[in-house]
Structure formats: structure tokens, C-alpha cells
Nanobody, 123 residues
Framework: QVQLVESGGGLVQPGGSLRLSCAAS????????MGWYRQAPGKERELVAVITSDGTPNYADSVNGRFTISRDNAKSTVYLEMSSLKPEDTATYYCNGKLFGSNGRGYRTLEVWGQGTLVTVSS
């Protein structure tokens, strides 16, 4: 079973920093874009940042300059370094991966989501 597992969420004070990690595992041939989304209570899920297979990042305006996305292809892992955190960054953060792999019914293009990790920014 192809899966993404996030880690690194928690409680942090405004202005603080946090690092999220997301590791892909399973029958994976290749991973294309990997990204981070977030969903705050009562709001829709939104894109935070995405990174292509060759390492090109793209950020939402709300986090540009404060967050940094990176990936380690050898470890099939994507990271999100968050700094200068604000209360409005509070949300559940989800990892997303577009990849070529198998969930038991042959190999095909898959879009996989992690289970989410909660980030709370509060004093």
C-alpha cells in the first residue's frame, strides 16, 4: 500500500518555527510533485507549497518568505520548514504526493494524501 506519513506538528508560540516531514513508502516507481496543504477549522483545504521532482518550489502568497519546502528524493521525503509562525497558520497540514506506483491493482499514476498533522500557533 502506497502511503504518506507526516510528522512534526505541535504547539508553537507566535514567531516560532516548526519543521514538518512527510515520508512516502510502498510500491513506488517515481514521485512527481509533492506538496503541503492545510485546512483550518471551518475553512476549505488550501495549498501551502508544492515542489516538483527537480526541486522547483511554489508557495501560497500567505506563506511566501516564511515557509520553505524541500525534498530528499533518495528518502522519498518532503519537508516544510515554517518560521515566523502566526496564529492564522493554525491548521491541520496534509502532505500530498503525485506518483507512479501500485496499490495492488497494477502500476498507475496515483495521488496520495497523508493523514494530517496538527499545527497550533498560540501563546
Amino acid at each position: 500500500q502506497v502511503q504518506l506519513v507526516e510528522s512534526g506538528g505541535g504547539l508553537v508560540q507566535p514567531g516560532g518555527s516548526l519543521r514538518l516531514s512527510c515520508a512516502a513508502s510502498g510500491r513506488i516507481v517515481s514521485i512527481n510533485d509533492m506538496g503541503w496543504y492545510r485546512q483550518a477549522p471551518g475553512k476549505e483545504r488550501e495549498l501551502v507549497a508544492v515542489i516538483t521532482s527537480d526541486g522547483t518550489p511554489n508557495y501560497a502568497d500567505s506563506v511566501n518568505g516564511r515557509f520553505t519546502i524541500s525534498r530528499d528524493n533518495a528518502k522519498s521525503t518532503v519537508y516544510l520548514e515554517m518560521s515566523s509562525l502566526k496564529p492564522e497558520d493554525t491548521a491541520t497540514y496534509y502532505c500530498n504526493g503525485k506518483l507512479f506506483g501500485s496499490n495492488g491493482r497494477g502500476y498507475r499514476t496515483l495521488e496520495v494524501w497523508g493523514q494530517g498533522t496538527l499545527v497550533t500557533v498560540s501563546s
